[in-house]
């Protein structure tokens, strides 16, 4: 029997952008997977503070993701409370899914970081990274694409300057945050 081979690819999501949807489009039709989880952090590990709630960054990634057909969002890291880690989340989807085989989609940017992060050598032991190329960072093996250096941060830049969200976020999430009035200046 095959298992199910499936791409954990969480992040705040605060708000889903060009460089997460071309990130899943590649790992779809390129990499060894079957489906692709979507899941948004509850509460970031490094303290960075989320500006759209929970509820918002679920709806905004729904939104985003309506063209695929092989990827889920989930809602463990809300259920399971606290700082989102990336362990403990990998080890309550590997608890609910024993026949399932994991790896971690990540940009090439968060190389760089994984000092940081709880037990990295725990969370490749569970889901080896599937890295994606990301401009401005060295290319990772046996990735042949990069993927815009776009940002959530350059994304909420450019709201909070009135700018043009064209080409940077699906334009069903820049409506969604228009209607609501998501990143208004404060």
Known sequence: ???LRVAVYGGSF?????GHILS??????????????????????FDKAHRAPFAARMKMCEL??????????????KRLGGASRTLDTLEALESANPDADFRLLIGADVL??????HRWEAVVGIAPPL????E???????????????SSTEVRRTLDRDGDLAGLVPSAVVDYIRQQ???EKV
């Open 1 to 3: 029997m095959t298992s």
């Open 64 to 77: 985003a993701l309506a063209p695929f057909r092989d990827v889920k969002l989930l809602d463990i890291e």
């Open 14 to 18: 605060d708000p889903p952008h060009l």
């Open 112 to 117: 760089l970081e994984t000092n940081r992060w």
């Open 181 to 183: 009035g998501l990143y």
């Open 131 to 134: 890295v994606v190329g990301r």
């Open 24 to 45: 899943i489009a590649w790992a779809l039709s390129a990499a060894d997977v079957d489906q692709i989880w979507v899941i948004p952090t509850w509460e970031h590990a």
């Open 136 to 150: 401005g960072y060295p290319l990772p093996e046996g990735c042949p694409i990069t993927i815009p250096n776009v």
